[in-house]
């Protein structure tokens, strides 16, 4: 079976909850003629489920990522031998099996996921990616987690346990999983000595006799920042493929990871380079190397638009990642540069500064009040009286009035609720450990338990 590892599954639309019906009227489709067109079959979509065009998009990915559909020529698609197994067969279990055989081999996490839930009992949603992530040294994230579970649902291999939040497996489930060889390591676990990303990146971009290795921890990286990756690498294939879906402003890159010996890449495969760029509709194109050797590779690099990353810069960019995380309109800024570079473009590095700015004058202010309260109990504090106060000992820095009145904003939001304002004074009513953890909430339990769950 083809080994390549996928890190997001698009969500198909639900038929009564059950993703074999909808699968089986997808290939039902394609079964009336020969070959369908993509734009065919899109439009299909787009009209069946009342989806947009992205989406319809994205359950043709699937399609194909769960081995359904296969591409022909001319831009065409027709069933697979698998999707012809799937389509032949009437027996639920037989088909949820030949989906899961893909998910299980090239879903990254999934087996491990299943294996666990194996291994346990009735298990509360937010035990489950410390468990898996420590057990069998993953880097999973929430959503990842999210739409893995809605997957094996959908599957019939995972059971929500009433309205609460603990998932076992059926009995189905535990069929399936008796088949599995337990996971020993992850696919991204270069070495037990490589406990830092930046570390193992760089180790990575030296390990030639396992290319895949650096693919898959560039592929990690990038998930890390906030992307839908692909790591393909197939022979003939891109290595990473990266995608931000944002809407009107969505793009896409394809990534070309180059392991040396000695750290430097001095030949640039242009044509292919494009070439698959331009077979994965992709916006740009970047190729990431521990250091680039002489001036040829950078020149061509800059006149055929390709972006040359050393892994420097990608450490300073996790560097910012982990103090600073910025959105993925900001790092379009960074993966839309051509040619070599050492460092970030001013827009961006002021978009950092500015966060950096925020975030500083955010834990100084909740000091500033906390600290004011305890020793002043009988004043009511104004926004004026904070900016003074902060204006006075952080002169150095120059925060105005509006600057602080944006942050006193963000702590009065219902969401975080830090704060009371009456009559514009102000009332710190939080602990800044009680903060953190709202903060954290929000994020864990209100954003991320929904967002994959929506479909």
């Not at 390549?4 to 969500?11: E, Q």
């Not at 997808?26 to 079964?31: A, C, D, E, G």
């Not at 996921?113 to 057990?135: C, D, R």
């Given at each position: 079976?083809?080994?390549?590892?996928?890190?997001?599954?698009?969500?198909?639309?639900?038929?009564?909850?059950?993703?074999?019906?909808?699968?089986?009227?997808?290939?039902?489709?394609?079964?009336?003629?020969?070959?369908?067109?993509?734009?065919?079959?899109?439009?299909?979509?787009?009209?069946?489920?009342?989806?947009?065009?992205?989406?319809?998009?994205?359950?043709?990915?699937?399609?194909?990522?769960?081995?359904?559909?296969?591409?022909?020529?001319?831009?065409?698609?027709?069933?697979?031998?698998?999707?012809?197994?799937?389509?032949?067969?009437?027996?639920?279990?037989?088909?949820?099996?030949?989906?899961?055989?893909?998910?299980?081999?090239?879903?990254?996490?999934?087996?491990?996921?299943?294996?666990?839930?194996?291994?346990?009992?009735?298990?509360?949603?937010?035990?489950?990616?410390?468990?898996?992530?420590?057990?069998?040294?993953?880097?999973?994230?929430?959503?990842?987690?999210?739409?893995?579970?809605?997957?094996?649902?959908?599957?019939?291999?995972?059971?929500?346990?009433?309205?609460?939040?603990?998932?076992?497996?059926?009995?189905?489930?535990?069929?399936?999983v008796a088949q599995i060889e337990v996971p020993v390591a992850s696919p991204m676990r270069a070495d037990s000595n490589q406990k830092n990303l930046k570390q193992r990146v760089r180790w990575a971009a030296r390990q030639t006799e396992n290319p895949s290795q650096f693919e898959q921890l560039i592929a990690d990286v990038f998930d890390y920042f906030g992307y839908d990756v692909i790591h393909d690498g197939g022979r003939g294939e891109t290595d990473v493929i990266v995608a931000a879906f944002l809407g009107s402003n969505s793009y896409s890159f394809i990534i070309d990871t180059k392991a040396r010996k000695d750290?430097?890449?001095?030949?640039?495969?242009?044509?292919?380079?494009?070439?698959?760029?331009?077979?994965?509709?992709?916006?740009?194109?970047?190729?990431?190397?521990?250091?680039?050797?002489?001036?040829?590779?950078?020149?061509?690099?800059?006149?055929?638009?390709?972006?040359?990353?050393?892994?420097?810069?990608?450490?300073?960019?996790?560097?910012?990642?982990?103090?600073?995380?910025?959105?993925?309109?900001?790092?379009?800024?960074?993966?839309?540069?051509?040619?070599?570079?050492?460092?970030?473009?001013?827009?961006?590095?002021?978009?950092?500064?500015?966060?950096?700015?925020?975030?500083?004058?955010?834990?100084?202010?909740?000091?500033?009040?906390?600290?004011?309260?305890?020793?002043?109990?009988?004043?009511?504090?104004?926004?004026?009286?904070?900016?003074?106060?902060?204006?006075?000992?952080?002169?150095?820095?120059?925060?105005?009035?509006?600057?602080?009145?944006?942050?006193?904003?963000?702590?009065?939001?219902?969401?975080?609720?830090?704060?009371?304002?009456?009559?514009?004074?102000?009332?710190?009513?939080?602990?800044?450990?009680?903060?953190?953890?709202?903060?954290?909430?929000?994020?864990?339990?209100?954003?991320?338990?929904?967002?994959?769950?929506?479909?």
């Open positions: 079976m083809s080994k390549k590892i996928f890190r997001t599954l698009p969500l198909l639309p639900k038929n009564d909850a059950n993703y074999l019906k909808t699968i089986e009227l997808m290939l039902n489709f394609l079964n009336d003629e020969i070959y369908r067109t993509r734009q065919e079959f899109n439009e299909w979509i787009v009209d069946t489920f009342s989806c947009s065009k992205t989406s319809a998009k994205g359950y043709i990915q699937t399609l194909s990522r769960i081995g359904m559909v296969e591409r022909k020529k001319h831009n065409r698609l027709g069933i697979s031998g698998r999707g012809n197994k799937f389509f032949t067969t009437k027996n639920t279990e037989e088909r949820a099996l030949l989906v899961l055989e893909i998910l299980v081999e090239n879903y990254y996490g999934f087996s491990e996921l299943l294996t666990y839930l194996y291994q346990s009992e009735n298990v509360k949603f937010k035990e489950i990616l410390p468990a898996i992530v420590s057990e069998y040294d993953l880097n999973m994230t929430l959503d990842l987690l999210s739409q893995q579970i809605y997957w094996a649902s959908a599957l019939g291999c995972v059971q929500q346990l009433g309205h609460r939040r603990e998932y076992s497996l059926t009995s189905f489930g535990r069929t399936v750290g430097k890449l001095y030949e640039l495969e242009v044509m292919t380079i494009k070439t698959h760029q331009r077979n994965k509709n992709a916006d740009f194109a970047i190729v990431i190397s521990e250091e680039f050797g002489g001036n040829k590779i950078k020149t061509h690099a800059q006149e055929h638009s390709i972006l040359l990353m050393p892994t420097s810069v990608l450490s300073e960019w996790i560097d910012i990642h982990e103090r600073t995380p910025l959105n993925l309109i900001a790092y379009k800024d960074i993966v839309e540069q051509v040619g070599y570079v050492t460092t970030f473009p001013s827009k961006f590095l002021k978009q950092v500064s500015l966060k950096d700015r925020y975030i500083t004058l955010l834990r100084r202010l909740i000091k500033f009040l906390s600290h004011a309260q305890r020793i002043n109990t009988g004043i009511q504090w104004t926004p004026e009286q904070i900016h003074s106060n902060l204006a006075m000992e952080y002169h150095n820095e120059m925060y105005n009035l509006n600057e602080v009145n944006e942050v006193l904003d963000f702590l009065a939001n219902p969401l975080v609720h830090a704060i009371i304002k009456e009559k514009n004074q102000i009332t710190l009513c939080l602990h800044e450990a009680t903060l953190e953890q709202i903060i954290s909430t929000i994020f864990v339990s209100g954003i991320s338990n929904h967002t994959r769950f929506s479909h």
